[in-house]
């Protein structure tokens, strides 16, 4: 008997791309599937465009606004399936991405989690580049994670498959808004497993450019946020290994946080450069242009971000953009 598959969808204000997310998920050549869609509290028409699809088989599920991980944690309490494939509302999924990725499971893999191919778009999927990275392939658990924390790259919710078995030990959903929220959970999933197996040709398209999307949220309620899953994800790390490797990939993960919120939150970089001296250290340098750089080298990273902050700021024009030897530089 083929297993059933259960697609799991959050939506929050997707109106304007939900149609194409949920096509993308009844074109799956995986004919045994169900599609949850619980609708978030949206204030678009996110719930009227989602109920078009019932008569297709798309099991609608409103809620007052919780949060995304309230929601996919409603779509997880209904779901059936002997597999789960979590897709944002905004994003797409090949026709052959779940049969590929069952397929790989299936063969004597049910204690692994498969993750597969994914390329970010803007407008058109047409757009989407897939270019591998590190992480594009078979690794033990702590391997994979070690190697996503230290630059290796990532997978977004849409590229993984989760057996159900493994997702039954792993629990529910961490409910705190968070830019990073699904970090936590596939953290606790990746080291639930007997590793990751990785997925060629299985392709999902992640949506890139919406400015509702919870990613987008750069507020000092989200930087907290972001930085108490990644004292989750540390804690879940080192508790299955306290190594060097280990703890080295904590701290760069903090690190990379420190110089995405530097200067807006200071006594936030306060408690994570606490953090990251307590793990050790990590060697990781701030990206950035060549001017940027320089100013670095001289004036340390912190000023630098600084005067980065008013050289863009002073150059804006009277359309709001960069002037382009700002860009170049910083």
Request: charged share 20%; net charge neutral; proline share 5%.
């Amino acid at each position: 008997m083929n297993p059933l598959v259960s697609i799991l969808i959050p939506c929050y204000n997707a109106g304007q791309w939900l149609a194409e997310t949920l096509e993308s998920a009844l074109a799956q050549t995986w004919q045994n599937k169900e599609i949850i869609l619980v609708d978030d509290g949206s204030t678009d028409n996110s719930l009227e465009v989602a109920k078009q699809f019932e008569s297709r088989g798309v099991k609608v599920i409103p809620q007052q606004n919780k949060g995304a991980g309230a929601a996919r944690n409603r779509a997880l309490s209904q779901a059936e399936g002997d597999f789960l494939q979590y897709l944002d509302a905004d994003d797409l999924l090949a026709p052959d991405k779940i049969e590929r990725q069952i397929q790989l499971l299936q063969d004597g893999n049910s204690q692994f989690v498969a993750a597969g191919e994914w390329a970010r778009f803007y407008q058109a999927p047409a757009e989407a580049k897939f270019t591998p990275e590190p992480v594009w392939h078979d690794m033990p658990p702590v391997d994979w994670l070690i190697c996503s924390w230290e630059g290796g790259g990532m997978m977004h919710p849409a590229a993984w498959l989760i057996p159900r078995a493994l997702a039954h030990r792993v629990g529910f959903w961490n409910e705190t808004r968070a830019p990073n929220d699904d970090a936590e959970y596939f953290c606790r999933v990746v080291l639930a497993s007997l590793g990751v197996k990785f997925c060629y040709g299985a392709k999902s398209y992640y949506r890139s450019g919406n400015t509702s999307s919870l990613s987008s949220t750069k507020s000092r309620a989200g930087w907290e946020s972001a930085f108490h899953i990644l004292e989750l994800c540390t804690q879940h790390l080192l508790a299955k290994e306290d190594s060097p490797r280990t703890r080295h990939a904590c701290a760069t993960s903090l690190l990379r946080l420190i110089y995405a919120v530097y200067p807006d939150a200071p006594e936030l970089v306060q408690q994570l450069e606490t953090q990251v001296k307590l793990l050790g250290g990590s060697n990781l340098k701030p990206s950035g242009g060549a001017i940027f750089q320089l100013t670095a080298l001289v004036l340390g990273w912190k000023l630098a971000k600084q005067i980065q902050r008013i050289v863009r700021s002073s150059f804006a024009d009277n359309r709001g953009e960069i002037c382009p030897t700002a860009r170049q530089g910083f």
